[in-house]
């Protein structure tokens, strides 16, 4: 496999999911990159902005197997992992296994549910693993969560505890659509008030597993220079320092922002990584890793306004 073949995979894609989600370009790229970079994605918008339909027309596209939890208030951590159950045929206790083992999982509203509930995602999400009882089992390699929100202003929400936050590739804002865009979303869609079966709208799974290992073996071999490297750790050390910032990104932060410029630069046909690959990236990967100080907030500042300082702020490499 060649650059020429994963841009042609990820247009596949992209063709597929288009049959049935209008518009939402920027969303469907930030899913393709996280695919290739086996980074996790957390989908925040409010309730009727198709997160949760993109995020069932992406794993239909995919050759792999798909569970997904809905997360509500009462869930317990066990509902997600899974537990052991005694069986009185053979007085053992056997597992029962929980829908994280699978290949992607769709966490829906995952900050409905408590922090208990939220952290049974923690160990899955960075190692590929899950300990129950005190053994450990493994997912599998390119487990992928794609997890949706709410906006945390809204009622009966959850904050995602920090570490868990780190754990997402990317945080997208999935925007309401163009006037334009809610013309043809009226047109598809208008005549029924349940979600779409997207078998009605000819949905293909157009990638293996093995496609998807070799691209993203390929990927990761992409070239990254050393002064693309010295810029990316320039870019997450400044938001340590930054005065608006109480709480800055983390050295993961910095690998996981390489990786994804390396996934990006494949989408653009590029064997090579570029400022500006990094520079698209920035926000989307570094906004639900920092903090604001409590001044900033008073002055009405965003994190997303303190990174876009960040970025005006450190040179790009020539």
Same mark, same amino acid.
């Given at each position: 496999?060649?650059?020429?073949?994963? =841009? $042609?995979? &990820?247009?596949?894609? #992209? *063709?597929q999911i288009a049959r049935v989600v209008v518009g939402q370009e920027a969303v469907v790229e930030a899913l393709l990159v996280a695919l290739?970079?086996?980074?996790?994605?957390?989908?925040e918008g409010p309730p009727g902005t198709a997160k949760t339909l993109l995020a069932r027309a992406f794993s239909a596209c995919l050759a792999l197997r798909f569970n997904r939890i809905q997360f509500t208030p009462d869930l317990m951590p066990g509902d997600v992992i899974g537990t052991n159950l005694f069986n009185?045929?053979?007085?053992?206790?056997?597992?029962?296994?929980?829908?994280?083992?699978?290949?992607?999982?769709?966490?829906?509203?995952?900050n409905r549910t408590p922090p208990k509930t939220q952290s049974a995602l923690l160990q899955a999400m960075q190692? =590929? $693993?899950? &300990?129950?009882?005190? #053994? *450990?089992?493994?997912?599998?390699?390119?487990f992928l969560v794609v997890a949706t929100q709410n906006p945390i202003e809204q009622e009966g929400t959850y904050p995602l505890p920090e570490a868990q936050l780190d754990r997402f590739l990317l945080k997208v804002v999935v925007p309401y659509p163009s006037a334009d865009e809610e013309r043809r979303i009226v047109r598809l869609h208008g005549h029924r008030t349940a979600m779409p079966k997207l078998e009605s709208y000819g949905i293909e799974a157009v990638a293996t597993l093995a496609e998807l290992t070799a691209a993203r073996a390929l990927v990761a071999e992409l070239q990254l220079s050393d002064p693309i490297a010295d810029y990316i750790v320039a870019?997450?050390?400044?938001?340590?320092?930054?005065?608006?910032?109480?709480?800055?990104?983390?050295?993961?932060?910095?690998?996981?922002?390489?990786?994804?410029?390396?996934?990006?630069?494949?989408l653009r046909g590029r064997a090579f990584v570029i400022p500006d690959d990094v520079k698209e990236l920035f926000l989307p990967a570094m906004q639900h890793r920092v903090i604001l100080a409590?001044?900033?907030?008073?002055?009405?500042?965003?994190?997303?306004a303190v990174l876009e300082q960040v970025i005006a702020s450190v040179p790009a490499p020539r």
């Open positions: 496999m060649d650059i020429t073949d994963v =841009r $042609a995979l &990820t247009d596949g894609l #992209k *063709t290739l970079s086996e980074g996790h994605v957390l989908l009185f045929q053979t007085s053992q206790f056997t597992l029962t296994q929980g829908p994280i083992f699978t290949d992607f999982l769709l966490a829906d509203e995952i190692e =590929r $693993a899950v &300990t129950i009882d005190g #053994k *450990t089992y493994a997912l599998p390699a390119g870019l997450v050390r400044a938001t340590r320092e930054h005065p608006s910032l109480i709480h800055g990104a983390s050295p993961r932060a910095a690998s996981m922002l390489a990786t994804a410029s390396r996934a990006l630069a494949a409590p001044g900033a907030e008073v002055e009405g500042l965003t994190s997303r």
